[in-house]
């Protein structure tokens, strides 16, 4: 399961972007540019043999996208570089305190280059990581990635998510034709089973609508909109809780860390220069209460005693 997040948030991220087209509900799996490029194209022709000819692009806006989290940044800036006006419209353009996203595999840094991005790891103190260290049973082995035949800069990276999207937001806004704005999409406008544009309230609490030719939608896992367009069936059935331990070193260094404990994994990983991210699943769809202890009991008799067992041994 940690493997398929992990490499699955990669391709999520920078490949698998769910774009909201002409049709409800159709999805296109496309790579940002050329694809999206041709795509635009097609669908200005479509639009022309119905009257409705791109009046988006004659009007200002060619792409809405809506959420600036990794997807949408790196889209954004992707289409922006490509000559298109984008409309970015996110929720919150402070720098986000998350624990997700924070280790970009090797394959994710490759797709960063391909896109231009890779100097938002400049900066943030990214670290690099050249493989995993898995830990069972007071066994362990380590797995390298396999980078021989790669430039040596090439391995993962990881960092705080929420420095990496800032840097990423930053890049998009840098051109002149994207426009970042904060605000929260309230629904999808709907006309006729095509997407149209959003409605969204402003920070100043405004309510305002947008019209693009295509909209984007790119606001992650807790989306409102997918509600609007298929019904997800989401089956939860763990949590993820966050710590960042500080000044202390992994026995490999430059290298996540996987102890398969029971009932469920241990991650650790480095954030930054001196902070370790430590990621322990609990089974179940709510996390033990931190205000009555039942959470610092479980991570000290049933997280703490196993890691010290397999990190120690
Ligand atoms: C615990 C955990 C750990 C993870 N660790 C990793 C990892 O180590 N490596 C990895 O590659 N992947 C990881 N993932 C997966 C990764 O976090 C996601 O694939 C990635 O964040 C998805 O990016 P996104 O841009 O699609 O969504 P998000 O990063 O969630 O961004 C969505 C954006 O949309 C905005 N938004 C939402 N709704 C609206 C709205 N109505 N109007 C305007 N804006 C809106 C939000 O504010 C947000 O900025 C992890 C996931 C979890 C849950």
Redesign the pocket.
Known sequence: MIYQ??????V??LLGLLLLDGSRGKRVNSRAGGHLMQKMKDECVKSSANGECCSGFGGGTDVIV????????ALAHTLGKDGLRVHV????LSQ?D????????PG?YLKLIELGLEDCLNEIDAQRVLGYALYKDGKNTRLSYPLEQFHSDVAGR?FH?GRF?QRMREKAASLTNVKMEQ????SLIEEKGSIKGVQ?RTKAGEELKAYAPLTIV????????RRSLCNPEVDVPSC?V?LVLKNCQLPHANHGHVVLADPSPILF?PISSNEIRC?VDVPGQKVPSIANGEMARYLKTVVAPQVVLNFLT
């Not at 790119?218 to 909109?225: E, K």
């Open positions: 997040w992990v490499l699955g948030g990669i999520a991220s809506v959420g600036a989290g990794v997807a949408g940044s419209i996110e929720r919150d986000p998350r624990i997700v996203g924070e280790l970009l595999q994710g990881s998510n999207v605000g929260t999409v309230t969204y790119c606001d992650g896992c807790f989306s409102n909109l993820f966050g990983y990621l």
